[in-house]
C-alpha cells in the first residue's frame, strides 16, 4: 500500500443545521493519509460526530468538498469504502451473531459459503469463536461491541469510521478492547477515523488526534502522536504518552478559552475521559 | 405445562361458579334488574354444554356435529378474510412508510373506513360481488378483510418506522436500496407489531365472517346459526348461547394460530432480559 495516499481529503467543509440555523462545522480541512488512525476529540457540541457522518456520506455538507478515496463521498459509499461502528453496537435482534456480522456479506451479493467462512474468520478476529449461534441480547455490551467491530471489518473496507465505539463501556472493558482494536488494525491495514471524548484514548490509539471546539465545530489544533507502534499496555506508563495527553488537554483548553464560550463543565466533561 | 393447564381449569372452574352462582342468588331474591334471571335469560352452564349434545332435529345429527360443520365453514371465511385482509393491510403500511406525503393524505381515510359500521359495509360488498362468479362466501371473506386490515396497516406502518435510525444509517453505509432496506431492517423490525395486529385482526375477521353471513343470506355458517336461533330463543335459548360458545371457541382458535406463528417467527429478547 502505498503509505503517502490520500484516503479522506476535507475541504473548508461546512455544515448548518436547519434554515440559518446551528453552525455545526465551520470551515473544516482535513487529510487522512492511507494506514493512518486519526481521532476526532472535543467537547459535546464540538461537531466530531457530525463531521464523522459527513465523511461517510451519512450527512451532506453546506458547503466544502469531501473526496475519499479520490471519489466523492457518496460514490465512495455507493461503492462500499465504509465499515460504520457506532457507540452502541446497533446489532439486529433477531439474527445471530453470525449473521450480524454477514450482514453486509449479504449486501454484497457473497454466496453462502463464502460468507461463512469469512464470519469464521472475523470471529477470530474478535475472538468469539464459539458464540455464533447466539443472540446479541445474550452477550455482554464489550462483546456486542466486537461483533459490531467485526461486522464492520467483515467486507474489509478501505476506511472504518468509529464513533465513539467505546463511550459505553466501563474502563476494563475499553481498555481491552483499546488494544484489540489496534491488533485488528494492524493486522487489517485499514484506515481509521475514531471519535472520543477520553483524552488518553485517542492519545493511546491515535497517530494523530484532531482537536476540536464548538461554536462553531472547527479544527483549533493537530498532535502528532510519535509513540512507538505497535503500542503495548506499558505505552500508558512512559513519559511520553503523559507529555502528549497533556499536549491534547492544553490543545482543547486552548480551543475553549480562544472561543471564550465552551463552558468549563464541557471541559471538564473532556477531562474526566482521561 | 402442567401449572398453566392446573390455572386454565381453575379459572374456567371460577367462571363456572361464578355464572351459576350469580344465577342462583339472583333467583333466591327474585332480581328483576337488570334482568330478570330464569333459565331463560340465563341458563345452566351444564344445559348450555347438554344441548351440544342433543339431537339437531328430531333423529338428526347432534347440534355439536352441526355447528362443527359451520364453524368450518366460517372458518373457512374468516382464515379468507384474515389472509387477504392481512395482506392489504401490509402492503398498504409498505407503501405509506416510503412517503410521507401519502401517509398524510391516505391516513384519514384509512381511518374512516373503519368507523363506517361493518353493517352498512356489508350489504354493498353481497351487491358488488355477487353474481360474478365467485362464491357467495368470498363476499364474506372481504367483509372480514375490512374488519382485518386496519389493525395491520395502522401496526405495521409504526412497526415498520421503529428501526433504529442508527441501524438505517447502517444500511445507508452499505448503499442498501429500499429493498434490502424494507426486508432486511425494516420488516423484521416490525415483526412484533405486525404479530400484536395479528391477534387483533384474527378474531376479528371471525367476527367479520359471521357478521358478513348476515347480509350475504348464507346459511351454512355460525352466523346463519346464530340469526336461526335468534328466531328460537323463547323455545330454546341453550341452543343460542351453546352457539356463542362455538364461535368463542373458534375465535381462541384463530387467536392461537397467530400465538404459534409468533412464537416460530419472533426470536428476540425477552422484554426483562433485554
Known amino acids: 500500500m502505498n503509505e503517502n495516499r490520500i484516503v479522506v481529503e476535507l475541504r473548508d467543509v461546512t455544515k448548518e443545521f436547519g434554515r440559518g440555523g446551528v453552525t455545526a462545522l465551520r470551515g473544516i480541512g482535513l487529510q487522512v493519509g492511507a494506514g493512518e488512525f486519526v481521532t476526532l476529540i472535543g467537547p459535546s457540541g464540538c461537531g466530531k460526530s457530525t463531521l464523522l457522518r459527513v465523511i461517510g456520506d451519512l450527512i451532506e455538507p453546506t458547503a466544502g468538498e ?71 441480547w445474550q452477550l455482554s455490551g464489550g ?79 493537530v498532535v502528532d502522536i510519535d509513540l512507538p507502534q505497535p503500542r503495548v499496555a506499558e505505552t500508558r506508563e512512559q513519559p511520553r504518552f503523559f507529555e502528549l495527553v497533556t499536549a491534547v488537554r492544553d490543545r482543547l483548553r486552548a480551543g475553549g478559552a480562544e472561543a471564550g464560550e465552551a463552558s468549563e463543565q464541557e471541559l471538564i466533561a473532556v477531562e474526566e475521559g482521561l | ?96 412508510v416510503h412517503s410521507n406525503l401519502l401517509q398524510r393524505g391516505f391516513l384519514p381515510y384509512i381511518v374512516a373506513s373503519q368507523t363506517v359500521p361493518i353493517l352498512a359495509v356489508a350489504p354493498m360488498v353481497v351487491v358488488w360481488l355477487g353474481g360474478r362468479g365467485l362464491p357467495g362466501w368470498f363476499s364474506v371473506s372481504v367483509i372480514a378483510a375490512y374488519l382485518t386490515f386496519f389493525p395491520v396497516t395502522i401496526n405495521a406502518l409504526r412497526g415498520l ?74 323455545s330454546a335459548p341453550t341452543r343460542l348461547w351453546a352457539t356463542n360458545l362455538v364461535a368463542a371457541f373458534l375465535g381462541v382458535c384463530f387467536f392461537l394460530a397467530v400465538l404459534a406463528g409468533e412464537r416460530l417467527v419472533v426470536r428476540r429478547a425477552p422484554e426483562h432480559v433485554a
Open chain 1, 143 to 221: 462483546m456486542q461491541q466486537r461483533v459490531s467491530i467485526a461486522r464492520a471489518l467483515a467486507f474489509d473496507p478501505p476506511l472504518l469510521l468509529m464513533d465513539e465505539p467505546f463511550g459505553a463501556l466501563d474502563e476494563m472493558t475499553r481498555e481491552r478492547l483499546n488494544m484489540e482494536l489496534l491488533r485488528i488494525w494492524e493486522a487489517s491495514g485499514s484506515t481509521v477515523v475514531f471519535v472520543t471524548h477520553s483524552i488518553s484514548e485517542a492519545v493511546f490509539l491515535s497517530t494523530r488526534v484532531v482537536v476540536m471546539s464548538p461554536r462553531p465545530g472547527r479544527i483549533t489544533g
Open chain 1, 66 to 136: 469531501v473526496v475519499v478515496n479520490g471519489k466523492s463521498a457518496h460514490q465512495a459509499r455507493r461503492e462500499r469504502d465504509y465499515g460504520i461502528v457506532f457507540q452502541d453496537a446497533v446489532l439486529y435482534d433477531w439474527r445471530t451473531v453470525a449473521k450480524n456480522i454477514a450482514l453486509p456479506l449479504e449486501m454484497l451479493g457473497w454466496d453462502r459459503r463464502r460468507r461463512s467462512e469469512r464470519v469464521r474468520r472475523m470471529l477470530e478476529l474478535v475472538e468469539l469463536t464459539g458464540f455464533e449461534d447466539h443472540h446479541p
Open chain 2, 1 to 96: 405445562m402442567l401449572r398453566r393447564a392446573i390455572v386454565f381449569v381453575a379459572v374456567l372452574a371460577g367462571l363456572v361458579a361464578l355464572w351459576e352462582g350469580f344465577k342462583a342468588a339472583a333467583e333466591a331474591v327474585d332480581l328483576t334488574w337488570p334482568f330478570v334471571v330464569d333459565d331463560r335469560t340465563l341458563p345452566h352452564v351444564h344445559d348450555i354444554v347438554g344441548a351440544l349434545f342433543e339431537p339437531s332435529r328430531t333423529n338428526g345429527p347432534l347440534l355439536i356435529d352441526v355447528l362443527g360443520e359451520q364453524a368450518l365453514f366460517t372458518a373457512k371465511e374468516a382464515a379468507v378474510g384474515f389472509t387477504l385482509g392481512a395482506s392489504v393491510g401490509f402492503v398498504i403500511a409498505v407503501v405509506l
Open chain 2, 161 to 234: 418506522q421503529s428501526a433504529d435510525p442508527r441501524a438505517l444509517e447502517l444500511m445507508h453505509s452499505y448503499a442498501a436500496g429500499r429493498w434490502a432496506v424494507l426486508w432486511k431492517l425494516r420488516v423484521p423490525a416490525a415483526m412484533p407489531f405486525l404479530f400484536a395486529a395479528f391477534k387483533i385482526s384474527a378474531t376479528a375477521s371471525v367476527v367479520g365472517a359471521i357478521i358478513g353471513e348476515l347480509p350475504a343470506s348464507i346459511q351454512d355458517g355460525l352466523g346463519g346459526a346464530i340469526l336461526n336461533f335468534n328466531q328460537y330463543y323463547a
